[in-house]
C-alpha cells in the first residue's frame, strides 16, 4: 500500500492522471496496469494464500516502480527466490567513496573490478606492489596468465592459478549465458594454454582469502593476503584488497614503498 501511495496517477500515464486529487494509484488500476485481476492483486496486498510467479511480480515491481531491493523484497514476501540484486544509478558521491576507500588502504594494494574482473580504478600501492598499469590488457583474469612482470615477481603464482580460475568459474555461474564472461574466457583461453587447461578441470570456489607471495625487486619477499568484498548498492562491482600478513616484515616494506624515498627507487625499477 505505501507504494502505491508513493506513485501518482499522472506518473503512471492515465488518462485522469492530472485532475485526480487523491495521491496515489488505486488498486484496481495497479492491476489493471500490472494485467492482473483485481482480486488477486487485493489478496497479494494482504499476504493470502495465492499462487503468485516471478513475471506476475516482475510486471507488479514495475508499475510501482520498485528499485531493485524493493523487488527483491517482494519476492520474499511471496515466497519466492528473490532475484539478483541490480545495480543502480551509480551517484558521484557512491564513486568518489569507493575511489577514497582504496586510496585510504594505501600502502596496502587495493582494486576495484566489475562483474567480469575488468579493472576500474586501483591506487598507486597495487601500481608498485602488483604491477598494475595502463599498458597491460585491463581484465584481471586475462593479466593474471599474460602479463610478465606480475608473474616474474608472484612466487606463489602457480598454487593461486587454480584458485583464481575457479573463483572466475564461481563468478560466472552467478549470470549464466552472460556473454561478457564467454568473451574473457576465449580471451584468456587463447592468450593461455595453462589458464585453457585449468579451465576444462570445472573447478569451481567461492571468491574467499588467497595468500599472495610477491618478490619485489626494491624490497624483497611481501607476503599479502587479498580478499574480494562486495558492496550492496554496487553488486556489479569487486573491491579487492590486499592486506600484509606477520612475514618478512611485509606492512613496513610496503610503507617504504610507498614512502618518497621508495616512490624514488620505483621509478628507476630493477627488473623484475
Known sequence: MSRRARVSPADAGLPDGGRRRTPGLRREEVAVLAGVGASWYQWLEQ?????VSPQVLDAVARVLRLTSVERRHLYVLAGLNPPAL?????????????????????????????????????????????????????????????DPLYRSRARSWAQNAETVVAQYRAACSER??????????AQAAAASEEFAAL?????????????????HPLVGTLVVESTQ??????????????????????????EWLCSPEGRRGAMYPVAG
Open 176 to 185: 549464466p549465458g552472460d556473454d561478457g564472461f564467454r568473451e574473457v574466457v
Open 86 to 146: 541490480e545495480s543502480e544509478t551509480a551517484s558521484d558521491h557512491l564513486c568518489d567513496g569507493l575511489r577514497r576507500l582504496i586510496d585510504a588502504w594505501t600502502p596496502f594494494p587495493a582494486h576495484i573490478m566489475d562483474a567480469y574482473w575488468n579493472t576500474v580504478v586501483y591506487n598507486d600501492a597495487a601500481a608498485m606492489v602488483l604491477g598494475m598499469r595502463p599498458e597491460i590488457t585491463q581484465n584481471c583474469l586475462v593479466s593474471f596468465f599474460t
Open 229 to 254: 568484498l562486495r558492496v550492496p548498492a554496487r553488486p556489479d562491482l569487486v573491491i579487492v584488497l590486499h592486506t600484509p600478513l606477520p612475514e618478512a616484515d611485509t606492512a613496513a616494506k610496503l
Open 47 to 51: 499476504g493470502r494464500d495465492i499462487t
Open 199 to 215: 579451465w576444462e578441470r570445472r573447478d569451481i570456489t567461492l571468491g574467499g582469502p588467497v595468500r599472495k607471495e610477491m618478490e
